[in-house]
């Protein structure tokens, strides 16, 4: 049985800070499983298949007809076991690159070990039928992972934005309602505290977190993402030029809702923070913080846009 392991050192200040020690963590305290290394991942983690099997014992679960699960390694637990109780699973395309969803469809008379190959990102490709936007999808229960999450519902994830985009997807195709519930499965070292000032107005939170040692129903007030809030390129290059912080390049991610901006010195970086912190484009509040060094990012650029 997986223990919750070694507590993470004090409160990192930023969700990068927090990505970076729970990484960090679960590959120093051996709690980390393939696919390896867990950074840059939604982690897998020893108990995973224990923590999945508590999905069972949720009366949400046991309601819903329709499950969505992402398609993360951790999460193959709660795949199988809606395909064992005979529901429709929905996983969604990895990065969203050929559409929204795939239905899993096992083969009829599915033997226990097909139905766990289904579970497995092999059987996703393999037995799958993609669903549209325009898809008649009504979704009863959002499984997602996570890298860290707190109590009180805060999600963080990976950093690329694809779980809330999806929810946000979900909520404009009419998929998803206000109290569909949203369930996580993470190790228990991955529950943290998280300051509600790194919570963005479309973050996704969750309403159960599932640990190989415990079940923790937070009840999360924050309300859900609305649906797809679309801001274009140039509403934000026509807001730079007026705040004259104008980078010497723009890396656009507008699925993500993010951008990356390249500045030359941190000087001129920090003052485009600043500048850009709390300010209101396409109906939204822009949050800016200076990038983290991942791959080929210098030190001289802002995020300008979660």
């Known amino acids: 049985m997986a223990g919750p392991g070694p507590p993470l050192p004090s409160a990192p200040c930023s969700k990068w800070d927090i990505r970076e020690k729970v990484w960090e963590h679960l590959e120093a305290s051996g709690l980390a499983e393939f696919p390896r290394p867990v950074r840059g991942r939604i982690p897998n983690f020893k108990g995973s298949l224990q923590a999945c099997g508590s999905l069972r014992e949720l009366d949400v679960f046991s309601r819903a007809r329709e499950v969505k699960v992402d398609p993360d390694k951790p999460l193959e637990g709660a795949r199988l076991a809606a395909l064992q109780a005979r529901k429709t699973l929905l996983v969604p395309t990895p990065r969203l690159r050929t559409g929204l969803f795939n239905r899993i469809v096992p083969p009829p008379g599915a033997t226990k070990e097909i139905l766990r190959r289904c579970a497995t990102s092999q059987g996703v490709r393999d037995y799958s039928v993609p669903v549209g936007l325009e898809g008649k999808a009504q979704v009863d229960l959002v499984v997602v992972g996570s890298v860290a999450v707190s109590e009180k519902g805060w999600r963080i994830g990976k950093g690329e934005g694809y779980a809330d985009m999806e929810y946000a997807m979900m909520v404009s195709m009419g998929a998803v309602q206000e109290d569909t519930p949203v369930v996580t499965i993470v190790h228990d070292c991955q529950v943290l505290d998280i300051g509600e000032e790194l919570v963005d107005d479309h973050d996704l939170s969750v309403d159960y977190i599932l640990t ?5 129903q937070t009840n999360c007030k924050r309300p859900k993402p609305r649906g797809i809030m679309w ?3 140039s509403e934000l290059k026509g807001a730079l030029r007026e705040l004259q912080v104008i980078p ?20 001129t970086a920090h003052r485009a923070v600043a500048s850009l912190q709390g300010l209101s484009l396409g109906g939204s509040a822009l949050r800016a913080e200076l990038a983290q060094s991942q791959g080929s990012k210098g030190p001289g650029e802002s995020d300008g846009h979660k």
């Open 231 to 233: 801001l274009r390129v």
């Open 212 to 216: 190989p040692t415990r079940t923790i």
């Open 248 to 267: 010497v390049g723009l890396s656009w991610q507008g699925a993500q809702h993010r951008a990356f901006l390249h500045y030359r010195d941190q000087g």
